[in-house]
């Protein structure tokens, strides 16, 4: 089938967490991790979430990854305080804490949509929508999915499907881009599907699995590959 949609994840493929906001209970110590302490933070969390080992304890995956993501920053700035781990945690879980958006977001959407049709499917707390148009990147979407009005999470096929549904799309007829692999690539795929990775952080660099770093690079990916 020809491609005729693009889904995004919102968190860490089009939005990035305000630092300030995100990382103010450390910042209240006097402390500013380095950029290579956060992306290694990011790693070892996805990871650990990828390998199955963040389940089964009844909080929800988005808890379970930022846990388990300061969890390791906190044990590289050789701190040990489960009260500023909760307060980090809290921070990162609000989605009006990700206003920061990269250079030349905005114009690779408005490439891309000349082409494609554009939608966002993401994990959050119902706040994806106003979110994204603070950011200046909600008119960009036809279809904004969010697991706090859809009642279900990636990477449950569901919620893919609620927003093929919502542009009338055969899950053959999209991809998915999204930043981890067990929630965005693998619940894409079993939903029909194709899927790619937005990577910044590395995670993915030495697997053999389609991926991108910089929204410009989208393009000549989907030439290559769907």
Known sequence: MPLRAIFFDA?????????????????????????????????????????????????????????????ELLTQLGLHDEELKLALIKASRQSGAWDSVRPGTREALERLRAQYQLGVISNSDGGIRPLLHRCGLGECFLSITDSGHVGCEKPDTRIFRAALNT??????????????????????????????????????????????????????TLGKWV
Do not use: C
């Open 11 to 71: 968190g860490n493929t089009l939005v990035f967490p305000n630092l300030e906001r995100t990382l103010a209970p450390l910042h209240a110590r006097g402390v500013r991790p380095e950029r290579e302490e956060l992306h290694a933070a990011e790693r070892n969390a996805k990871r650990k979430l990828d390998a199955g080992e963040l389940g089964g304890n009844g909080n929800s995956i988005d808890f379970n990854y930022w846990h388990a993501y300061y969890s």
């Open 167 to 220: 542009l009338e799309i055969a899950p053959g007829e999209a991809v998915y881009v999204g930043d981890v692999y067990s929630v965005d690539y693998l619940g894409a795929r079993a939903a029909g599907m194709q899927a790619l990775l937005f990577d910044v952080a590395g995670t993915y660099a030495h697997r053999n699995l389609p991926r991108i770093s910089d929204l410009t690079d989208l393009t000549a």
